[in-house]
């Protein structure tokens, strides 16, 4: 398997400088190469330009330019090929007729990470190994920067990169041929109903509670940025409160993440099987577009998005999508099976008679058959019905 492990980096003042310097550097190049790339597009010749012509060029560029010459060459060259795929994402979506999104030019606080493609080039993963008490990684033109390893590096380390996260910085190792941990069987299978009241019911009957991280942090939130609304433009007040908010949020994604660790590890612990939606959290939860008014040209009616804003964000504040990677993550690493199934009629279906209608389901948590006659809790009735369907495709597909 290919993961990803990400520990905390300890730079002393002066490697804390460097790296910043890195990354405004790296910042720099992006900034310049596609500059060049809109210039010549411009121009009357419509030339064309691509990585190939623009990591050719980066010789001369270093040897011109001292701060960009201390610097790793495959990791300016890793910053020209993040560019590139820009470039390719921004074409595709146009030839699929979605919404393009050209590449932006990266300010200050919209680029934060450094990339090595290659162990050992320009970069090198435990750079001191007969140290007694720390790992460090060796980087181009930082030094051995320490590392806050809490857990072992399995696998062979392919990438490193380099992040920044407000004042902290952090090394993110993807590793491949990383070896798998399978558990013991346990023979018990489960389906998962995700929502807002719980973020996941169970087939069994339990629920895992939803301790809505962003809604417990809103009123500091809300403080924090109408202190940010008062700060002038490019105060250093302002570049304080902008750090406040920015932490707020750093911490509700931390607890967020923890959360849907904890749960899924659980889960995979606990079962064989694990069945759930397949659920496409960004289509739930998009703004709806404004419909023209068909009878007075440039008038748009009422789109319903402010009664669906505080569903899109309690959905969002679940984390569901989160939730599904990491739990997908951990139960490939355990030999375990995730099915998805599709979602539509499974909290209006009758997991008893099988009967389907809308009036099955009568408030949020009571469902009452009105065909059988049978009650249950909503969520753990749609969760029965998950379960039910998570078997059948899983035999079928055996079969």
């Known amino acids: 398997m290919r993961r990803t492990f990400r520990f905390q980096l300890r730079p002393t003042a002066r490697q804390a400088a460097a790296l910043t310097a890195m990354v405004g550097d790296h910042r720099a190049l992006y900034n310049a190469a596609l500059q060049e790339r ?17 990591s050719a060029q980066l010789t001369g560029i270093r040897a011109v330019d001292p701060a960009q010459g201390r610097w790793s060459f495959s990791s ?34 919209w680029f ?41 590096v399995a696998g062979t380390v392919k990438t490193i990169s380099v992040t920044r996260e407000g004042r902290r910085w952090y090394v993110l190792l993807s590793c491949d041929d990383v070896p798998a941990a399978p558990l013991p069987a346990t023979g018990a299978v489960v389906g998962v109903d995700l929502g807002v009241a719980s973020l996941a019911t169970l087939s069994d ?20 940025q109408r202190e940010l ?21 750093r911490t509700v994604r931390r607890r967020r993440l923890d959360l849907a660790h904890r749960t899924a590890l659980r889960l995979v612990r606990e079962h064989d099987l694990i ?32 009664a669906r804003s505080g569903l899109n964000r309690s959905i969002l504040d679940a984390g569901w999508g989160v939730f599904l990677a990491v739990l997908h993550a951990k139960a490939e690493s355990a030999g375990r099976v995730v099915v998805e199934v599709n979602p539509a009629h499974t909290s209006r279906t009758c997991a008893v008679c099988g009967h389907c209608h809308a009036g099955n389901r009568r408030t949020q948590a009571v469902f ?30 055996a079969a």
């Open 205 to 224: 009957g339990r629920h895992i509670g939803n301790p809505r991280y962003l809604a417990t942090a809103a009123r500091r939130l809300t403080r924090a």
């Open 275 to 306: 069945a759930v939606e397949a659920l496409r959290v960004g289509n739930m939860t998009r703004r709806a577009a404004p419909r023209p008014d068909p009878s007075a040209s440039g008038v748009f009616l009422p789109n319903g998005q402010g």
């Open 76 to 109: 300016q060259q890793a910053t020209l090929r993040r560019l590139d795929r820009a470039f390719a994402g921004f074409f595709r979506r146009v030839e699929a007729g979605q919404k393009p999104g050209y590449p932006r030019f990266r300010g200050a606080g």
């Open 112 to 152: 934060h990470t450094v990339t090595w493609p290659k162990d050992g080039d320009g970069c090198r993963w435990n750079s001191q190994p007969d140290h007694p008490t720390r790992t460090r990684v060796r980087l181009q033109g930082v030094g051995h920067v320490k590392v806050n390893q809490h857990r072992p």
């Open 38 to 54: 809109r210039g010549a597009y411009r121009h009357p010749s419509r030339t064309t330009v691509r990585y190939g012509d623009q």
């Open 368 to 397: 009452a058959c009105t065909a059988c006659g049978h009650t249950a809790h909503a969520d753990v009735n749609a969760a029965v019905n998950i379960l039910r369907a998570g078997l059948a495709r899983q035999t079928a597909q």
């Open 229 to 249: 609304s008062r700060k002038k433009r490019g105060s250093g007040r302002r570049r304080k409160a902008v750090a406040r908010v920015a932490a707020l949020h």
